[in-house]
Structure formats: structure tokens, C-alpha cells
């Protein structure tokens, strides 16, 4: 157990509905990462949070796509009118503060099925 | 683009015998690197980073070894045991941003008993 929790664990949805998935990272770490995996790839990243400040998006991240960590603590990751395409699992990642780079603890993920 | 390839997608071995599990990166600007194991239905668990100024580091029954002349590491697990059984992944970082891990395809290694 790295201590980072993510809920729903599984989601299933149809095509054209909004979900959304919330992620707690290790209670001191200041950094939050959220990452895409695909069956039989490595994990992708999506965005990441410094504090509140969304420090960085991947061009993965479409304008469907939005994430906020309005409190610098958990995180939420917004997928509007869902495709097909959006099934995957949906990792979420935090790591310590101070001078990087820090390994990232990794949460259980939550599994997406758009139907 | 960064690009993370492994040589070898799966290993297969026998309990007790040594693995080693290989990772090239494109990216000349990485200088940390981090390897994961991945069991089915969980999210990635750290196993042991190296940073650029180190060759070789060693942890419990894992050793990994960063060669960056050939942007090359390796993964060595002693004694492997059917718990190990797991996908494993390289991931590198540094450059313009430490936030982001780029990982590879991961190769799957099976221990027999």
C-alpha cells in the first residue's frame, strides 16, 4: 500500500456521459501526477500539479480533459462527453517536496469502460 | 520525441535463477532513472532509481546498472522468485521536467517454479 488512493476503483459508462475520478496522494507530498494506461502499455502521462498549479499537460490531454487540485491536496480528473477511446486506467501519482526529482508513489488506478 | 524501448518484451525463467531486464532511452537530457513493477490490476510499485552520476546501484536482490554512453540500463534480480512475476517498466526523467515519467512498453517476466 504506497498510500495514494484513487476512487472509483472501476467505472463504467456510456459514450457521451461525463465522469469523474478523484485521487488523495501520501498526505506530505506536494506533487500530483495523473497518467493514462493502455492494456499492454507503459503509463502515459496526462498532467501534473505542484501545489495547486497545474504545472504541465500532455498533448494527450484533450480539451474533454480537465484536472484541479483546487486545495493543493486531492486531485480530480473531469472526462466530458467520454469516447470509446477513453476506456483505460487512470493512474494517479504524488511525490515529496523539495529539490526533484523524487520517485512517485503510485495509486491503485481507476479503470474506465465507455460503452 | 522521447522514445523508451526494451530489448527483450518478455523473460521467462526459473525460480532461483538471475534476471535481467534491459531499457534504451532516446533522451540524452534524462538523469533519473526510476524502475516499477507492475502486477496485474495494480498501479506501478517503485523498486529502485539510479541518478546520471552514478553507474550502479544496488538494492535488496535488485541491482541496476546505467550506462550513459549508450542511453542503457538494466534491471538484475537475484534469485528470482515467483512473487517477481510482474510487468517491469524504466522510466526516465530530468531535462526540461522532472514531472513527467516517460515510461516504455515493459517487459513481462514470468518465474517458473
Known amino acids: 500500500d504506497t498510500g495514494v488512493s484513487q476512487n472509483p476503483r472501476h467505472k463504467i459508462t456510456k459514450r457521451g456521459q461525463n465522469v469523474t475520478f478523484r485521487c488523495d496522494p501520501i498526505s506530505e507530498h506536494n506533487r500530483l501526477y495523473w497518467y493514462r494506461q493502455t492494456l499492454g502499455q507503459g503509463p502515459e502521462f496526462l498532467t501534473y500539479f505542484q501545489n495547486e498549479a497545474q504545472l504541465e499537460k500532455s498533448r494527450l490531454l484533450s480539451d474533454r480533459f480537465s484536472a484541479e487540485r483546487p486545495k493543493g491536496s486531492f486531485s480530480t480528473l473531469e472526462i466530458q462527453r467520454t469516447e470509446q477511446g477513453d476506456s483505460a486506467m487512470y493512474l494517479c501519482?504524488?511525490?515529496?517536496?523539495?529539490?526533484?526529482?523524487?520517485?512517485?508513489?503510485f495509486g491503485p488506478g481507476t479503470r474506465l469502460t465507455v460503452l | 520525441g522521447e522514445s523508451v524501448g526494451l530489448h527483450l518484451p518478455t523473460l521467462s525463467v526459473q525460480e532461483g535463477d538471475n534476471s535481467i531486464i534491459n531499457c534504451a532511452y532516446s533522451?540524452?537530457?534524462?538523469?533519473?532513472f526510476i524502475w516499477y513493477k507492475q502486477e496485474s490490476g495494480k498501479g506501478p510499485q517503485f523498486i529502485i532509481d539510479i541518478r546520471s552520476n552514478m553507474d550502479k546501484r544496488q538494492g535488496q536482490r535488485v541491482t541496476v546498472l546505467l550506462n550513459k554512453t549508450v542511453k542503457h540500463l538494466s534491471l538484475q534480480i537475484a534469485a528470482t522468485q515467483p512473487g517477481d512475476s510482474a510487468v517491469y517498466f524504466c522510466?526516465?526523467?530530468?531535462?526540461?521536467?522532472?514531472?513527467?515519467?516517460?515510461f516504455g512498453q515493459g517487459t513481462i517476466l514470468t518465474v517458473h517454479p
Open positions: 522510466a526516465p526523467t530530468g531535462g526540461t521536467s522532472y514531472g513527467k515519467l516517460t
Open positions: 501519482a504524488s511525490s515529496p517536496p523539495g529539490q526533484g526529482p523524487y520517485e512517485q508513489f
Open positions: 533522451n540524452s537530457a534524462s538523469d533519473y
